[in-house]
């Protein structure tokens, strides 16, 4: 029997297969350092499992309403909308099982088959394979290198707007770059949207992991909060990824359609975690600050390792927990072509892993350079320093 023609369209997270890599050679006996995954390996604040085991207790086990229970859809309305200087009431708001969901549902709420999206590349790998897999257009977009940094590629997104460009997914604390949007790269973004007529998907997954700064949010320039959706996300800030608890955040029309897309597919997100945060979400921040500091320590060290590296230099992004290293220097020193290859030496030789830019999307025509993505969110510092000190030796040589 045959599968669905349409699955040829049907993307991944390819980053799972280094994964599975890297969990194979751990299970040969070897300390892998795992800078793959986004994963993080500091524990729930503990308020937030306190809270869980309440509402379990207490009985919240059963089905709750497809769009959220109301008291967690006012206080995430609340809170998104405070912190990008707008208003948003209960309405506008979808809880979702994690911040993924919000992707494919924003996708099926805006997009005709056939339709043209933008999307960034590198970037998170579900945007493409929802927009394809959904009958869509994925034109990809890229990021400019500039001083061991990145920077948004307005001209290229303006040059590939057509009369069928349908939405524009953002991801401003960009997965894998690290980049962030000045205040005019936004708004010539929102000019575009505005005269183009364009739904936004602004995925603001790491939004609150700043290291420093005041945030900025499309959502705030005039005429944007009517056409753009928010994907909210429990998982970094709390340190929550598995726990799954997001939302869409938008306008209200089409709120209620992704709110009728839950009841097709979940149901409901898990009752007992809604109930948990509920309070969470505007009380101590004690838990979340503490998460960013051990990120910035992390962060410096894993900047300052891959800096002494010869062949290397990074500026430290001032958002998410990945970076970006350009390594074409060092595929030249190792006669190497391809940079997964790279990968694959370096598990092997150092123990450690990470990712690649062909994790991120489809590579674009005409890319010169290669690039790897470490995350240092699910490895302690000490083995941060370790492990890239292994690189280094294995890189210069
Ligand atoms: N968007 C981006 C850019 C991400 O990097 C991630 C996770 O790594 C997500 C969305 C989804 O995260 P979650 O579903 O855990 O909220």
Redesign the pocket.
């Known amino acids: 029997m045959r599968l669905a023609r349409q699955l040829e369209k049907l993307g991944t997270e390819t980053a799972f297969a280094v994964s599975g890599a890297a969990a194979a050679w751990a299970a040969k006996g070897h300390k892998v350092y795992p800078f793959h995954l986004?994963d993080i390996n500091i524990p729930t604040p503990a308020n937030i499992v306190e809270a869980a085991y309440k509402a379990i207790r207490d009985g919240y086990t059963g089905y709750c309403p497809a769009a959220g229970i109301p008291e967690l859809r006012a206080v995430i309305a609340d809170d998104v909308g405070r912190k990008r200087g707008v208003t948003y009431s209960a309405e506008n708001v979808s809880v979702?099982?994690?911040?993924?969901?919000?992707?494919g549902k924003f996708i099926a709420a805006v997009m005709d088959p056939g339709d043209e999206v933008l999307y960034p590349n590198p970037?998170?790998p579900?945007y493409e394979s929802q927009i394809e897999y959904q009958g869509g257009v994925a034109v990809p977009y890229g990021y400019v290198e500039k001083d061991g940094g990145f920077e948004l590629d307005i001209d290229a997104i303006r040059r590939s707007i057509t009369p069928r460009t349908k939405a524009l997914i953002y991801?401003n604390y960009?997965?894998?770059t690290g980049a962030q949007s000045t205040r005019q790269e936004m708004e010539e973004l929102a000019e575009l949207a505005l005269k183009h007529d364009l739904w936004v998907l602004s995925?603001d997954?790491?939004y609150e992991m700043r290291y420093s700064g005041e945030p900025l949010s499309i959502v705030n320039l005039p005429g944007m909060q009517e056409r753009t959706v928010i994907?909210y996300?429990?998982?970094?800030r709390f340190a929550?990824?598995g726990w799954?608890?997001?939302a869409a955040i938008g306008p209200k029309e089409v709120i209620d359609v992704i709110n009728k897309l839950n009841t097709n597919a979940e149901s409901c997100t898990t009752h007992f975690i809604q109930r948990a945060m509920v309070e969470a979400i505007p009380g101590d921040t004690s838990g979340p600050d503490q998460i960013l500091q051990i990120l910035r320590e992390r962060r410096d060290a894993a900047v300052a390792g891959l800096n002494a590296i010869d062949g290397i230099s990074i500026q430290a992004p001032e958002s998410?927990f990945?970076l970006f290293p350009n390594v074409t220097k060092i595929l030249e020193r190792k006669g190497m072509s391809d940079v997964n290859q790279l990968m694959d030496e370096a598990l092997v030789r150092t123990n450690v892993s990470f990712c690649t830019r062909k994790h991120f999307g489809r590579p674009l025509p005409g890319e010169k350079h290669a690039y790897i993505r470490l995350a240092y969110s699910g490895i302690d510092v000490d083995d941060i320093r370790e492990g890239l000190q292994r690189l280094k030796e294995y890189f210069e040589s």
């Open positions: 986004g979702q099982p994690g911040g993924k969901p919000v992707i970037g998170y579900i991801n960009q997965n894998p995925d997954a790491y994907l996300t429990c998982s970094k929550m990824t799954r608890l997001g998410t990945y």
